[in-house]
């Protein structure tokens, strides 16, 4: 088993920025990527960014490419989202979850990813 929880969601104004850490503990070994999602009231959970434990690979969405990094510490068995130039169109929860062993192609299906954690709330203001 693999615990994930989240930390540093908050209120923030349009422009601001916000940095998301995830800190895993258990079988964290046993982790091949870790991913970031979030929902919005209303809309199905949808991909942000994702990174492979090793750190060699990352992916993002289109609506957050230039503006969010997502970077690990593997001596902290921590994952973060660094995330600058917010809008009020990124006002979601943001769930970090973790994947052990799917391919990177993959990566924006909710399904594949076994653990997750329980969500930060980001608010952005206009």
């Known amino acids: 088993q693999v615990q994930l929880v989240e930390s540093g969601g908050g209120l923030v104004q349009a422009g601001g920025s916000l940095r998301l850490s995830c800190a895993a503990s258990g079988r964290t070994f046993s982790i091949y990527a870790m991913g970031w999602f979030r929902q919005a009231p209303g809309k199905e959970r949808e991909f942000v960014a994702r990174?492979?434990?090793?750190?060699?690979?990352?992916y993002y969405a289109d609506s957050v490419k230039g503006r969010f990094t997502i970077s690990t510490d593997n001596a902290k068995n921590t994952v973060y989202l660094q995330m600058n130039s917010l809008k009020p169109e990124d006002t979601a929860v943001y769930y970090c979850a973790a994947d052990r062993f799917n391919s990177d192609s993959d990566r924006r299906n909710v399904y594949i990813y076994d653990y997750w954690g329980q969500g930060t709330q980001v608010t952005v203001s206009s």
């Open positions: 990174i492979r434990w090793s750190g060699a690979r990352t």
